[in-house]
T-cell receptor, first 114, second 114 residues
Framework: KAGVTQTPRYLIKTRGQQVTLSCSPI?????VSWYQQTPGQGLQFLFE???????NKGNFPGRFSGRQFSNSRSEMNVSTLELGDSALYLC?????????????FGQGTRLTVV | AQSVTQPDIHITVSEGASLELRCNYS??????LFWYVQSPGQGLQLLLK??????LVQGIKGFEAEFKRSQSSFNLRKPSVHWSDAAEYFC????????????FGTGTRLQVTL
């Protein structure tokens, strides 16, 4: 069974640009969550999608958005990039419907904003 | 405030020595508890989880963790550390009703000396 796939692995963008990151969950998993990891703030929850609907949202500005497609693949978009958006962005998938199950993480996308 | 605390930022142990990484949580109810490991530049790998039942849980790679309700702790242990265990370890919780939303501790970096 293939794991969680995130593309691209590395990105370099200029301040003010926008970026889209992609995540393909484990087959059969309908929940996709996104996390931002930085040395200063650690691992922070961005949002979670389940069956194409945002189910949970963290405390990030509206520049951070996401969506989920009918095949459970998810994209995350960051508009008007700032230097502080440089981070490792991790996607996790889980099979949970109403209960709690473990989340499986992808390798991450390393975003550098210059 | 609700939080997950990993008191040790950095731990160094000799190969073959035992290991204990500490994790404390501050929540009104018992959360769902997890330990993840992250190698440099990689995503997170689930080591073990506690949902309910037996308070001593076994995980992958020879790790185990013990849930102690009275101490609000979920410490990770390994009897004999291998050089390949050098990585960063994260304790995480999911609160009831928040589905897949993980709240992480700040992590403990493990260094293994030969």
């Amino acid at each position: 069974k293939a794991g969680v796939t995130q593309t691209p692995r590395y990105l370099i963008k200029t301040r003010g640009q926008q970026v889209t990151l992609s995540c393909s969950p484990i087959s059969g998993h309908r929940s996709v969550s996104w996390y931002q990891q930085t040395p200063g703030q650690g691992l922070q929850f961005l949002f979670e999608y389940f069956s194409e609907t945002q189910r949970n949202k963290g405390n990030f500005p509206g520049r951070f958005s996401g969506r989920q497609f009918s095949n459970s693949r998810s994209e995350m978009n960051v508009s008007t990039l700032e230097l502080g958006d440089s981070a490792l962005y991790l996607c996790a998938s889980s099979s949970t419907g109403t209960g709690v199950t473990e989340a499986f993480f992808g390798q991450g996308t390393r975003l550098t904003v210059v | 405030a609700q939080s997950v605390t990993q008191p040790d930022i950095h731990i160094t142990v000799s190969e073959g020595a035992s290991l204990e990484l500490r994790c404390n949580y501050s929540y009104g109810a018992t959360p769902y508890l997890f330990w993840y490991v992250q190698s440099p530049g990689q995503g997170l790998q689930l080591l073990l989880k506690y949902f309910s039942g037996d308070t001593l849980v076994q995980g992958i790679k020879g790790f185990e963790a013990e849930f102690k309700r009275s101490q609000s702790s979920f410490n990770l242990r390994k009897p004999s550390v291998h050089w390949s265990d050098a990585a960063e370890y994260f304790c995480a919780v999911v609160l009831t009703g928040t589905a897949s939303k993980l709240t992480f501790g700040t992590g403990t970096r493990l260094q293994v000396t030969l």
